[in-house]
Structure formats: structure tokens, C-alpha cells
């Protein structure tokens, strides 16, 4: 059964490759959210394994949705365009189980970081 994945991300094109590339390589995108308080309603509804989550959000951090979604059975990691460096660093204290940069989403750097 593959991994069900919800995309939360303000940016329509970022959701949209982000969905293709991860489709592409066996994942199962149930949904999409553009806003924190979206996501955390879609992950309430959707039950996702995952939830690729944005840091830099319109109403909210992805910090501070993540620490939402702690208990939602759902592993969550961050993305940004930001360097890792100033992510990573925070995503295991915001309850993510860690952090892939946009540049360099796949699937197997998904799979790395859930590994």
C-alpha cells in the first residue's frame, strides 16, 4: 500500500510538482492545503501517513502546525527553500521527523527521511 501524503504549501505550482514528482515514484497524494489551518483540517479529515509541510506559511509556521499534528498519527517534514541549515536544526523540537529542501525533493529523499 503506498504512503498517503497530504502537500501543504502556499504555493499552487510548488503543490502541483510536488504532487506529480511524488506520484511519479509510488506515493499517494490525498490532498492539498495552502494554509495552516487548512492543513490541520485536511489532516483531521484525510488521515495522511505523511504531511510534506511548508515552514514559511500564510497565517502560521510550519513549526507551529507541526506541533499541532504531533498527536494526528501523521509524520510530518518540513520543506523550504530556505538553507537546511537554518531548518533542520528545529524540526525534531516542532514534532517533524525532519527536513528535505525543496530543491531536492524525490521520493527517495522522502523515504531517507522517514526512514
Known amino acids: 500500500m503506498p504512503t498517503r501524503v497530504l502537500i501543504v504549501d502556499d504555493h499552487a505550482r510548488f503543490r502541483m510538482s510536488a504532487r506529480r514528482l511524488l506520484e511519479l515514484e509510488g506515493y499517494e497524494v ?3 492545503a495552502g494554509d495552516g489551518e ?3 483540517a485536511k489532516a483531521a479529515e484525510l488521515r495522511p501517513d505523511v504531511v510534506l509541510l511548508d515552514v514559511n506559511l500564510p497565517d ?3 513549526f507551529d502546525v507541526a506541533d499541532r499534528l504531533r498527536d494526528s498519527g501523521a509524520r510530518v517534514v518540513l520543506t523550504s527553500d530556505r538553507d537546511a541549515s537554518e531548518v533542520a536544526p528545529f524540526a525534531a523540537d516542532a514534532g517533524a521527523c ?4 525543496k530543491g531536492s525533493l524525490s521520493g527517495a529523499n522522502l523515504a531517507r527521511v522517514l526512514a
Do not use: N
Not at 525532519?98 to 529542501?101: I, L, Q, R, Y
Open 30 to 32: 490525498v490532498g492539498e
Open 38 to 40: 487548512s492543513a490541520v
Open 60 to 62: 502560521t509556521t510550519g
Open 98 to 101: 525532519g527536513f528535505v529542501p
